[in-house]
Structure formats: C-alpha cells, structure tokens
C-alpha cells in the first residue's frame, strides 16, 4: 500500500498536488473492503495499538514528513515544523480513512472528504 500511495504522490511534479495525490491515494486505497478490513479494523486489534502506530509511523508517516518537507523546500507551503505536522496529517487521514470505512453513503463519504483535504491542504500554502 505504501508504494502504491508513493507512486500516485510522486507521479505530480508540483510538491502540493503530490502530497495532495497521496493522500488521495491512500483514501481511495482505504475505501476497498480488503484494506478496511485488514488495515483500519484487524490490525489495531490484533496488533495491538502500539505494535499498529509503530507500523503506521513506519510507513505512512515517512511519506507525509517527505511531502511536506518537499513542499516546503519548494516554497509551496509555509515554513514550519515537519514533525508535528506529519502527525498532525497522519491523524486526519487515519480518522478520515476511519469514516470512509464507516460510511453508510461511500461516494457522498469520500466527496465530502477529498473536499475537506483539499482545504486542510490549502491552508498550509505559503
């Protein structure tokens, strides 16, 4: 999953699509059963809650920390702290991950959260 999100961020070559893309990406990639199940739902229970944020931080988190700090370097987005940030958006694209998974109208769901990301991002620009 992570190349996969990797590769439709990196396909942009403005830094903000790019980051925008991947997050796009990983909600499309969280709205298939297969992902819900395993990813969103099992993992935590069966891994156990710091075992899954170990291998979200792993992974996931190092994809947003390199986007962010490419759009930063590019001057696409303010200056600020990578770190926080990254988690910051780490946890929005979890919770929104969450609610696409628990959404009784999928489509309405994910609309309503591409919208919502887009704004996020948007308000970090330079």
């Given amino acids: 999953m ?9 396909s942009d070559p403005d830094p903000v699509r790019a980051l925008r893309a991947g997050a796009e990406e990983f909600l499309d990639a969280c709205r298939e059963p297969e992902v819900q199940q395993i990813a969103l739902l099992d993992a935590p229970a069966v891994l156990g809650w710091e075992l899954w944020r170990e291998i979200e931080a792993e992974y996931a988190l190092g994809l947003i920390r390199a986007g962010l700090e490419a759009a930063m370097a590019a001057g696409a987005l303010a200056q600020q702290p990578t770190e926080p940030l990254a988690h910051v958006l780490l946890g929005a694209l979890t ?3 969450l609610y696409l998974a ?11 959260v591409g919208l919502t990301l887009d704004r996020l991002i948007d308000g970090l620009r330079a």
């Fill in 2 to 10: 992570t190349e996969r999100i990797a590769a439709g961020g990196l």
């Fill in 95 to 97: 919770e929104a991950a």
């Fill in 102 to 112: 628990r959404a009784e109208d999928a489509e309405a769901a994910r609309e309503e």
